[in-house]
């Protein structure tokens, strides 16, 4: 049955998803089977891009949907369910390869940066990433990014690929301010596959393959490494899934030969878009376009942790006045985790009060595998965002209860240094 409860809700988000919301988002409703292909004719999926591995997905039973102008496997043989739980007890590949990758070269690289998120990039140390925010001058949120200092002169960018376009138009716009007022900085797009391997057994298949110590590789820092054979790929420990996990780029050329390499370990099977969203999910994580967006700031998205100590003082990013404003003077809503009883609930759900006064939306949710019950994300009034305060969701014209609750929704096992 609650297979069936999974199943059914991610085939009508594929839907919804790839026939009407902007592709930014489609990720959010790529879990299911084949039946969200159908909504794109055979035309549709002739223009799509392909990742270096879309052979080698189809060759292996990939089911390939549209998703943000790319050909991508949202499944495999596997179900869903089956997927999601390998990944949080073993590990899964994902193709990640349609995602913004860019180099940002030049001595006044960081201050660039720094004029476009709201992190603290000058203070990271060498090879040390962080997740921040490109931000607009009203104070919402244009796309989340992971920004890392890299030790060999550059700083390495990667963002969604549904904003792919905008980020990198809105990346140039900068620059051609920056040179103009004579700051030697420059863009460099990086043209290479981009897999991920998330979960606990991550390390132990990975260390045989590469030629660094992953034991001092921990969360949010990076290297270039050597990675069965092939030089010069850089492996950063991060992820989408809330597992310990890293995600690889590679010289196209190599793409498939690393992923075949990976898989000839038992504890590697691939996973697509369907269980990636149910795992970031779980892990608490927002997706662009349905969790964040333009309308809303980091203060209201329960960001704040993303914007540093000096930029908050120095107050030198876009939006920045209506953001330190917010933090002073709270906002009128917040992002919050909640959890529901009866049918599993989905974005654009109504949240009510318990005396049925609608005070939020729901912007993201599925039936957790994990915890086999309703998880939801959504944005309430902020007088309702306490942990364990009880409210109601609308689904289906029927009234459900629901409280509010802590993020992740499953406890995270990211690998830190002790």
């Not at 089977?33 to 159908?38: I, L, Q, V």
């Not at 700051?183 to 991920?196: F, G, K, R, S």
């Not at 704040?304 to 876009?318: C, N, Q, S, V």
Request: proline residues 4%.
């Amino acid at each position: 049955m609650w297979a069936q409860k999974v199943l059914g809700i991610c085939c009508s988000r594929i839907a919804f998803r790839v026939s009407v919301l902007p592709v930014a988002s489609a990720l959010r409703f790529g879990i299911g089977t084949a039946a969200g292909s159908r909504f794109w004719s055979s035309a549709q999926q002739e223009t799509l891009k392909k990742t270096p591995l879309d052979e080698f997905h189809r060759s292996q039973g990939g089911k390939m949907v549209g998703f943000a102008g790319w050909s991508m496997p949202v499944q495999y043989k596997d179900s869903h369910i089956m997927s999601h739980m390998h990944t949080r007890e073993h590990c899964s590949l994902f193709d990640v390869s349609h995602m913004l990758q860019t180099k940002i070269l030049g001595k006044d690289r960081v201050k660039f940066m720094e004029s476009l998120v709201v992190g603290d990039i000058a203070e990271l140390k060498e090879n040390q990433g962080t997740l921040t925010l490109f931000t607009n001058e009203n104070g919402g949120i244009i796309d989340d990014l992971i920004v890392t200092k890299t030790s060999d002169g550059y700083l390495y960018v990667v963002s969604n690929a549904g904003c792919s376009e905008k980020d990198f138009a809105h990346m140039q716009s900068k620059l051609k301010e920056f040179k103009t007022a004579g700051h030697d900085v420059d863009l460099e797009p990086v043209d290479n596959a981009l897999i991920a391997l998330q979960g606990p057994s991550m390390m132990k298949v990975l260390q045989n393959g590469v030629s660094g110590d992953l034991t001092k590789l921990p969360f949010m820092t990076s290297a270039l490494m050597t990675v069965y054979g092939v030089p010069g790929c850089r492996v950063t420990r991060c992820g989408y899934t809330g597992e310990d996990g890293v995600e690889i780029s590679i010289p196209v050329k190599h793409a498939v030969h690393i992923a075949e390499s990976l898989l000839k370990d038992s504890e590697v099977k691939l996973a697509g878009l369907g269980s990636r969203d149910s795992l970031r999910l779980e892990a608490g994580l927002c997706l662009y376009g349905n969790d964040i967006d333009e309308t809303s700031s980091p203060v209201e998205a329960s960001l704040l942790w993303t914007i540093g100590k000096r930029r908050r003082e120095t107050a030198d990013f876009p939006g920045a006045s209506t953001i330190i404003r917010q933090i002073k003077e709270k906002t009128q809503r917040k992002r919050v985790g909640l959890i529901s009883t009866g049918p599993p609930v989905r974005q654009h759900i109504p949240i009510l009060n318990t005396e049925g006064r609608v005070i939020g939306e729901v912007t993201s949710g599925c039936p957790s595998p994990c915890l086999k019950q309703n998880i939801a994300m959504g944005y309430v009034e902020t007088a309702y965002s306490k942990v364990g305060t009880p409210v109601q969701v609308e689904v289906r014209k029927k009234i459900a209860e629901a409280f509010v609750t802590k993020m992740p929704f499953v406890p995270t096992h990211y690998y830190v240094l002790k």
